[in-house]
């Protein structure tokens, strides 16, 4: 079942962040289907949050996506490297997203492999979000994308996690935020091995 465009324009985006975990992230590229289990996601909670690429109301033609109503894709280039993924949410000039961290293999698996080099026993396959990014296709081709078009999307498979097997904790090299890097936004799946820095 794919999520519909309602189920982003949520206004609570830490509550979305957490809510994300156990969905399924596809992407569908020259008819190759990969997908893989939402494991670790990160909350970013738009003008007032220090972390956020559009704190202040920041707007460049890089950030213009966050401010469309939720459901569409912003995805941005790390260091000039790493192509991270995040799902824009909320409604309209309200520029809020969840970066997704980490995700679990489930299908196309092969083909993960091959993008990333490396067999899916190996947790690095798609720990981390530009490992996760680069295991499902995903690069800057995949900005402003509709997630509920054929490229890609993300479906409910009824994975529930009690708030037991959640952690929350800091969000991941947002240093420069001051006292927002310690704001507990990063959510992920205890004692799963795709997760990207399970101990902090």
């Known amino acids: 079942m794919k999520l519909p ?5 949520n206004q609570d985006v830490v509550f979305l962040a957490k809510d994300l975990l156990g969905k399924v992230l596809f ?9 893989g289990i939402i494991v670790e996601t990160e909350a970013y909670f738009g003008v007032m949050d220090k972390a956020s690429h559009a704190y202040g109301g920041r707007r460049t033609d890089r950030t213009e996506i966050l401010y469309n109503d939720g459901g569409l894709s912003y995805v941005y280039l790390c ?6 993924f995040n799902i824009v949410s909320s409604v309209k000039d309200e520029p809020h997203a969840v970066l997704v961290r980490a995700v679990e293999p489930l299908l196309g698996i092969e083909i993960m492999e091959f993008r990333r080099n490396m ?11 530009g490992s996760a990014a680069k295991a499902l296709g995903i690069d800057r081709s ?8 054929e490229e890609i999307w993300i479906e409910d498979h009824n994975i529930r996690y009690t708030p037991d097997e959640i952690t929350a904790g800091p969000r991941i090299g947002v240093a420069y935020a001051q006292e927002d890097a310690f704001l507990p936004w990063r959510f992920f ?3 799963n091995k795709y997760v990207s820095k399970p101990n902090k």
């Open 119 to 129: 067999p899916a026993s190996k947790a690095a396959i798609s720990s981390g979000p």
């Open 142 to 149: 995949f900005n402003t994308k509709d997630l509920t078009g």
């Open 5 to 9: 465009f309602s189920y982003y324009q």
């Open 189 to 191: 799946v205890k004692g």
């Open 27 to 35: 992407t569908e590229i020259e008819g190759n289907i990969t997908a």
């Open 79 to 84: 260091y000039g490297i790493h192509h991270l």
